[in-house]
């Protein structure tokens, strides 16, 4: 089936790391995204990954892929408030549609 | 980037309703999502080309269309309560796994 599971809410402290966690159950996904959306807006892409590497870094964001596990996490070094917003991770749907498949987000929280 | 028109919308009950979206340039693959309020977005369907090209779980009342000039429509008939939600178009060079899906800002729907 087709799920994709994130806690709803992290809370942080300015300066501190962030790290958001996402399970998948589609084992046969091949890219697996992090939006990012802001209140009253649109989806932000923030990074992607290939289904075969295990880590991705770029800036302050980390993404681990531990695939046998189906096991997604963003981290976000020296959080700031700016950061404040709900974190979606989302995987491409191997199905042939091309369809994403979105979690529930997590409401991340930077504390000043 | 990628717009969408009108920001807002409030129908009632039975009406039927058009959403637009204009693609990035070059663009030429549009997916359409319903984003409910404290959910995750879900995929309605994808149009490459001016062809659908996939559809999730929804019936078909949600009908779309896509015009060479990279604009596109969602029209949704009969509409009912809980159809309202955000309506996100995105808009990507193609349907592979690195043709990423960049969102516009979305159409809030309120249907009374």
């Known amino acids: 089936g087709e799920d994709v599971e994130q806690s709803l809410f992290l809370s942080v402290r300015e300066g501190d790391s962030s790290v958001i966690n996402c399970t998948y159950t589609?084992?046969?996904?091949?890219?697996l995204y992090w939006y990012k959306q802001e209140p009253g807006a649109g989806l932000q892409l923030l990074t992607y990954?290939?289904?075969?590497?295990d880590m991705k870094q770029d800036q302050r964001l980390t993404v681990l892929l531990n695939k046998k596990d189906k096991h997604l996490s963003l981290r976000i070094a020296d959080t700031q408030t700016g950061d404040s917003a709900i974190y979606f991770c989302a995987e491409r749907g191997a199905s042939g549609t091309y369809k994403y498949i979105f979690g529930t987000g997590t409401r991340l929280k930077v504390l000043a | 980037g990628v717009t969408q028109s009108p920001t807002h919308l409030i129908k009632t009950r039975g009406q039927q309703v058009t959403l637009r979206c204009s693609s990035q340039s070059g663009h030429n693959t549009v997916s359409w999502y319903q984003q409910a309020l404290g959910q995750g977005p879900q995929f309605i369907f994808q149009y490459y080309r001016e062809e659908e090209n996939g559809r999730g779980n929804f019936p078909p009342r949600f009908s779309g269309l896509q015009f060479p000039n990279d604009s596109s429509e969602l029209n949704v008939n009969a509409l009912e309560l809980d159809d309202s939600a955000l309506y996100l178009c995105a808009s990507s060079q193609g349907t592979g796994g690195l043709d990423t899906q960049y969102f516009g800002p979305g159409t809030r729907l309120t249907v009374l």
């Open positions: 990954i290939f289904s075969n590497m």
């Open positions: 589609d084992s046969s996904s091949t890219y």
